[in-house]
C-alpha cells in the first residue's frame, strides 16, 4: 500500500516544473511579464510560493523555463522536420510556415509580444529570447535558403537579409492576436495570410534561370 500511495505524489512533484511553466505562460500571455507577480504563479499552479521559489528563485528563472518548455520543442520539431525532408526547399518552407500556424493558435504567441513591450525594462528577458530562440530560428531558416540556392531552387540572395520577409507576417499575426486583435473587429485569418504570403514570397524567391 505505501508503494502506490508514493507514486502519484511523485508523479505530482516530477510534475510540478511543468505545471508551474503552464501557469506562467497563461498569467504572462494575460498580464504580461512585469505585471505577473510570482505568487500569483504558484496561485494557479496549485503550489505554495515556497515551492515555486524551490524551482524557479527569480521570475528570469520561470520566463527562461516558459521558453524551454514551450518555443523550443517547437524549435526542435521544425530542426528535424528539416533534417528529414528530401523534397524540394519551397515545399520545406510550406511545411515550416505550416508548423507556425500551429503554434500561433497557442498563448506562445504571448511571449514575442510581452518581449518586445518590456524589453527595456527586463533586458535580460531580451537577451534571454535572442540567444535561445531567435539566433537558433534564424540558423533553421538561414540553413533552408541557403540549401534552396545550391539547389538551383531560389535565386541568389543573402539568407540572413530575406529571414524577415519569411517570418515578418508570422510576428505580426502574433502582435496582433494579443495586441489590437483584442480591441477592434477588424479580423485576420492566419490560415489565409500564411498561405497568400507563401505564394508572395516563393514567387519572389524563385530561380530567374
Known amino acids: 500500500m505505501q508503494a502506490t500511495g508514493s507514486q502519484p505524489r511523485r508523479r505530482r512533484k516530477d510534475a510540478r516544473p511543468s505545471e508551474i511553466a503552464d501557469a506562467a505562460l497563461a498569467l504572462f500571455s494575460e498580464r ?86 518590456e524589453s527595456g525594462n527586463f533586458p535580460a528577458i531580451a537577451r534571454l529570447y535572442a540567444d535561445e530562440v531567435v ?34 507576417p508570422f510576428l505580426m499575426m502574433a502582435l496582433w492576436k494579443h495586441s489590437l486583435g483584442q480591441h477592434t473587429e477588424i479580423a485576420l485569418n492566419p490560415k489565409a495570410v500564411m498561405e497568400t504570403h507563401m505564394d508572395l514570397l516563393l514567387h519572389g524567391l524563385e530561380s530567374r534561370s
Open 32 to 117: 504580461g511579464f512585469a505585471a505577473t507577480r510570482l505568487e500569483d504563479v504558484a496561485l494557479r499552479a496549485g503550489v505554495s510560493k515556497g515551492t515555486l521559489y524551490l524551482y524557479f528563485p527569480t521570475k528570469e528563472d520561470l520566463f527562461r523555463a516558459v521558453l524551454r518548455q514551450g518555443l523550443l520543442p517547437n524549435l526542435e520539431a521544425m530542426e528535424q522536420a528539416v533534417a528529414a525532408h528530401h523534397g524540394s526547399t519551397p515545399d520545406l518552407l510550406r511545411q515550416i510556415a505550416t508548423h507556425l500556424l500551429v503554434v500561433l493558435d497557442t498563448d506562445l504567441t504571448a511571449i514575442p509580444k510581452l518581449v518586445l513591450a
Open 135 to 168: 539566433k537558433r530560428a534564424m540558423a533553421l531558416l538561414t540553413g533552408i535558403l541557403r540549401r534552396g540556392i545550391e539547389r538551383g531552387e531560389l535565386r541568389p540572395v543573402d539568407p540572413q537579409s530575406a529571414i524577415p520577409s519569411f517570418i515578418g
